[in-house]
């Protein structure tokens, strides 16, 4: 009887990480949508500013 | 791998950080110098000297261009990371005690110091990212907090808000354009004071940590406590770590605050825990004193911690740091 209270405790660990993992990472994905929305390129780059010489105006996009 | 120890400094450390590629260091000590180390081997790649002061801030711009210091003798300084030329000194009432640069580099925040008749004050400066510009004496923006002092200050996401945490345990959002208080919020035990604020590094949320004993994690937009690291000692600095979903804690009690006698060595330790999951995970010790600073590597690829005893101890992950897994997380990764 133990061991299945125990096993049944481990469950609900394994079971609550599952939810705090989905929760974050469905929060995460709304942040990035929120950045490409906002045009926010040096923070989806993790901080990088990109050198001003690798850019041309071929990276102007029309819409 | 063992870690490097960087024992340059003569006087308890106060703040330490990577440049944006992680091959640099910059440390601030008490002793009024800035160091810039290679944070590969630990080798010291020079100092700047001008400082009157004990040094409580540095931070570097995103192309590691400009560096930027503040201290006890009332300044804020702006160097060029090359050279170590001084470029400009800002001068004001009180010490400060945090700069920070916005994500582009183009603005830079100072927080000074509360004293009798001076009030705590987050300055912000337009900065032109080149050594040889003339930079402003105007600033931009000055927001005064006269609830309770800002401690720490940094720009978000795209610098559309100022957060600032305080000596009350509460952190606050501003409009980074008009100064404006948008929201204040309780997030640690009322008087506990906040002593630091990292950003994760796309800045929609950071990791504060406090005198409470506890390190949370915050949404920017919202100011949502998503998470709470507890521990069993007063925190003086939080880190997020990219590539794994982690976070560092350092902090301590300094032997003068230690009533009982058993001021077990233990105590100084890098703690990690699970972002996510907010459970501890492992343990670095090293320090002979309360750790006032963690930074991390941009990559991921490890961590340095800044000490009162002095050093700074920079440590490369290994393997098995990347290799472990939640039973969770590798079923997300096999998905």
Redesign the interface.
């Known amino acids: 009887q133990d061991l299945a209270k125990k096993n049944t405790a481990n469950r609900q660990v394994?079971e609550q990480?599952?939810r705090?993992?989905q929760e974050?990472?469905a929060?995460r994905e709304s942040?990035?949508e929120?950045?490409k929305e906002?045009g926010?390129e040096?923070?989806?780059n993790?901080?990088?500013?990109k050198?001003e010489d690798g850019e041309t105006e071929e990276t102007e996009e029309v819409e | 791998m063992r870690p490097i120890l960087l024992s340059g400094h003569e006087r308890a450390l106060t703040q330490v950080k990577y440049n944006?590629d992680g091959d640099i260091i910059f440390s601030v000590s008490k002793d009024h110098v800035v160091g810039a180390w290679f944070s590969h081997n630990g080798e010291r790649l020079g100092t700047y000297h001008g400082h009157q002061g004990a040094l409580w801030t540095v931070d570097v711009d995103?192309?590691s261009t400009l560096l930027a210091t503040g201290g006890a003798d009332n300044t804020m300084r702006l160097w060029e990371v090359k050279t170590g030329k001084l470029l400009k000194t800002w001068e004001f009432n009180t010490s400060i005690k945090r700069v920070e640069f916005s994500?582009?580099?183009r603005q830079l925040l100072g927080v000074t110091e509360k004293r009798s008749g001076h009030l705590s004050t987050i300055v912000v400066y337009e900065i032109i990212p080149d050594p040889e510009a003339e930079q402003t004496d105007e600033q931009s923006l000055r927001i005064v907090c006269d609830e309770s002092k800002a401690t720490v200050a940094g720009f978000s996401?795209?610098a559309i808000y100022i957060i600032a945490g305080h000596e009350d345990g509460s952190v606050s959002q501003y409009d980074a354009k008009t100064g404006e208080l948008l929201f204040n919020t309780q997030a640690h035990e009322a008087d506990m004071q906040i002593t630091d604020l990292q950003w994760a590094?796309?800045?929609?949320?950071f990791i504060t940590s406090s005198k409470d004993k506890s390190a949370k994690i915050l949404?920017t937009d919202s100011l949502e406590v998503?998470k709470t690291y507890t521990t069993d000692t007063p925190l003086n600095s939080a880190a997020i770590t990219?590539v794994k979903?982690y976070v560092i804690l350092g902090g301590g009690q300094a032997a003068m605050d230690v009533t009982t006698t058993s001021a077990r060595q233990g105590k100084f330790e890098a703690r990690f825990y699970h972002k996510?999951?907010m459970e501890e995970i492992g343990r670095v010790r090293g320090h002979f004193g309360p750790l006032n600073y963690v930074a991390v590597h941009?990559q991921g690829l490890g961590y340095c911690s800044g000490g009162e005893d002095g050093y700074v101890r920079v440590h490369h992950f290994d393997k098995p740091y990347f290799d472990f897994m939640?039973?969770?997380?590798r079923?997300?990764a096999n998905l």
Do not use: C, H, N
């Open positions: 394994v990480r599952r705090l993992l974050w990472l929060w942040m990035i929120m950045l906002e926010a040096i923070e989806l993790g901080g990088i500013v050198k | 944006s995103p192309t994500p582009d580099g996401y795209l590094p796309d800045r929609t949320y949404a998503l990219p979903d996510v999951f941009p939640y039973e969770v997380e079923e997300q």
